[in-house]
């Protein structure tokens, strides 16, 4: 059974631009949660979708964006990007409220 | 809300030693995990364990729900454990994931 993928696994872009990330969950799992880890922190909690709907947000700015699609895949926008939005990106999937999985992540650097 | 926290916040041992890493966390949870992150930033999960005592090779936990901690024991260590670990517990209301800080833990040969 095929873990959580996320593509691309490294994304070079310049400040101002935008940048998409993608992320597919565990089969049968209807739960994605983004994070955001900047070089040698903690994770920090983006976003959490669950059967299509945004069910909570961190604090981060609304430039930070996503939605869920109908076969419960994710994607990550953020809109004009920050010098300090360059960090390791992950998501992680679970059936509602049981044990989360990570994928491998998505290293954005802004340059 | 759930503060989580782990301790201590660095470990260094020499290959071969055991370790013990704590989780706090200061109200009730519906469950807890353990992750290991790798040098290339792989989250890997350890266990799920919500209460009790689960073993998985030279890896055991035992949380104890009730006091609010959890424990992760690490015996014959090897390089390949460095890393950080961490401890993530799920709030009952919103079943979000709160995080600790992280045991940055290095094994030296």
């Known amino acids: 059974e095929a873990g959580v993928t996320q593509s691309p696994t490294h994304l070079i872009k310049t400040r101002g631009q935008q940048a998409t990330l993608r992320c597919s969950p565990i089969s049968g799992h209807t739960s994605v949660y983004w994070y955001q880890q900047a070089l040698g922190l903690g994770l920090q909690f983006l976003l959490w979708?669950?059967?299509?709907?945004?069910?909570n947000r961190g604090n981060f700015p609304p430039r930070f964006s996503g939605r869920q699609f109908p076969n419960y895949s994710s994607e990550l926008n953020v809109n004009a990007l920050e010098l300090e939005d360059s960090a390791l990106y992950l998501c992680?999937?679970?059936?509602?409220?049981?044990?989360?999985?990570f994928g491998q992540g998505t290293r954005l650097t802004v340059v | 809300g759930i503060q989580v926290e782990q301790s201590p916040p660095d470990l260094i041992l020499q290959e071969g030693a055991n370790s013990t890493l704590r989780c706090n966390f200061s109200d009730s949870v519906n469950n807890l995990q353990w992750f290991h992150q790798n040098p290339w930033g792989q989250l890997i999960n350890l266990f799920y364990?919500?209460?009790?005592?689960k073993q998985n090779g030279r890896l055991s936990a035992t949380t104890v729900a009730t006091e609010r901690y959890s424990l992760l024991y690490i015996s014959s260590s090897q390089t390949t454990d460095s890393g950080v670990y961490f401890c993530a517990v799920e709030r009952p209301s919103n079943y979000q994931l709160i995080w600790g800080a992280g045991t940055k833990l290095i094994i030296k040969p």
């Open positions: 992680a999937s679970s059936l509602y409220g049981l044990e989360a999985f």
């Open positions: 364990i919500p209460s009790g005592t």
């Open positions: 979708y669950d059967e299509g709907e945004e069910r």
